[in-house]
């Protein structure tokens, strides 16, 4: 498709400054020149767009309007409406969301003996999983080491993350990455069979395992055949509508809806796992995203109405990079691969204006940054601005 009129002549300088900007280095930025950024231009940091929880046990936390809308509303289900003495299914695990976490989820507690059933809203594999490009993060190399993971994750979350969680995502990850090979993961490899590693945001090493830059849908392609061919049961267009309690105030189970009949089920389950995904598909501020349809909070809310206390609601993840142009392809992802491979992030006067090795939040403040203050996006037919993601200068 070619490019638009109002377009070409800020096209025309991304391609003359191409030369000038290879030769270019952009020094990262300080801790403090990060934190003014982020203070100024960040979603996150905009009063308007949050507001306190008026019920439940975040009560009086700040969270994203368009969140707590879907926390503070009635239930679709009716008490008096179910009979909860009536049992469609009992198992031992039910495991509610269908992506990448929950049909592992699904495998692993298969492998110890438990009767497992997967329930999900859409289609199984429907997920953010099948939508991620550029890869799995793990210090496999001789270069890297679970200790640099750690602390590149730390610093990336402004050393807010819990510890002993990033404690058992860096350790873990290795183990998990040979997992996901074994089932038959197709990672890239050099031809001597080495993983091919990249960089991305934030890390100070080349720790990126990816297959070409479909690397999710890879991974759920391999995960939902592994759960086929063990035989897990799988409900689809079954989404959890309420999470069920015992006597104890233990979860119990939850309540299914079937999209196609709406037809209520019960599920008892000795545990239950959730894996519903993000909340991109709430659009918050108004944002475009490069995340699924399924992703509309789903499980923070019948959670949140289970009693359960929800954490970090205040703090949104932005990707840098999505499509603004074309708009059939608004919203959708560019890798960070492209960045961390050495692509640019351009003015609409041809000129850098960041370190796109930074992390996402800093990097999304950035483009924030030069289209709303600086005023020198690039505006589409449609009215969308953004900036150029110069791709060309990499092989």
């Excluded at 009560?59 to 509303?73: H, I, S, T």
């Excluded at 309690?245 to 037809?263: F, M, P, S, V, Y």
């Excluded at 501020?285 to 992703?295: E, K, S």
Aim: aromatic letters at 6%; proline letters at 5%.
């Amino acid at each position: 498709m070619p490019y638009p009129e109002s377009m070409r002549s800020s096209l025309r300088l991304l391609e003359q400054t191409r030369a000038a900007r290879m030769r270019e280095v952009i020094p990262r930025m300080t801790p403090e020149e990060k934190t003014a950024l982020l203070h100024e231009f960040h979603p996150d940091f905009r009063a308007e767009g949050m507001r306190e929880l008026r019920v439940g046990p975040n009560r009086g936390d700040r969270v994203p309007n368009e969140l707590a809308d879907q926390l503070e509303a009635r239930s679709r289900i009716d008490p008096e409406g179910v009979d909860l003495t009536s049992i469609d299914y009992e198992v031992d695990v039910l495991v509610i969301g269908g992506g990448g976490g929950g049909s592992t989820a699904a495998l692993v507690a298969q492998e110890h003996g438990a009767r497992v059933l997967l329930a999900t809203k859409l289609r199984h594999g429907d997920s953010n999983t099948t939508m991620a490009e550029g890869g799995i993060a793990a210090a496999s190399h001789h270069h890297d080491s679970p200790y640099l993971h750690y602390l590149d994750t730390m610093g990336g979350g402004r050393y807010m993350n819990k510890p002993e969680l990033v404690q058992a995502l860096v350790m873990d990850a290795p183990f998990v990455l040979e997992w996901l090979m074994r089932l038959g993961v197709m990672f890239d490899r050099e031809p001597d069979g080495t993983l091919i590693c990249s960089l991305a945001g934030g890390q100070s090493r080349r720790r990126i395992h990816s297959a070409k830059d479909y690397s999710g849908l890879e991974m759920m392609r391999v995960l939902r055949d592994e759960c086929r061919n063990r035989q897990i049961p799988v409900l689809e267009f079954a989404p959890a509508v309420e999470l069920l309690k015992d006597e104890q105030g233990r979860c119990a189970g939850a309540i299914l809806t079937n999209l196609d009949t709406g037809q209520n089920l019960v599920v008892r389950a000795r545990a239950t796992i959730l894996a519903t995904g993000g909340i991109g598909r709430l659009h918050i501020l108004g944002f475009p995203t490069t995340n699924h349809y399924g992703a509309t909070a789903d499980g923070l809310i019948i959670a949140y109405r289970a009693g359960a206390r929800l954490l970090y609601m205040d703090a949104i993840q932005y990707h840098p990079t999505g499509a603004a142009w074309p708009e059939q392809m608004l919203g959708w992802l560019c890798t960070e691969a492209l960045r961390g491979n050495g692509a640019h992030l351009v003015n609409a006067e041809g000129k850098r204006f960041i370190n796109e090795l930074e992390t996402r939040d800093a990097t999304s403040s950035g483009i924030i940054r030069e289209v709303d203050h600086r005023k020198k996006g690039i505006r589409t037919p449609a009215g969308i601005e953004g900036v150029w993601l110069d791709v060309p200068i990499i092989d």
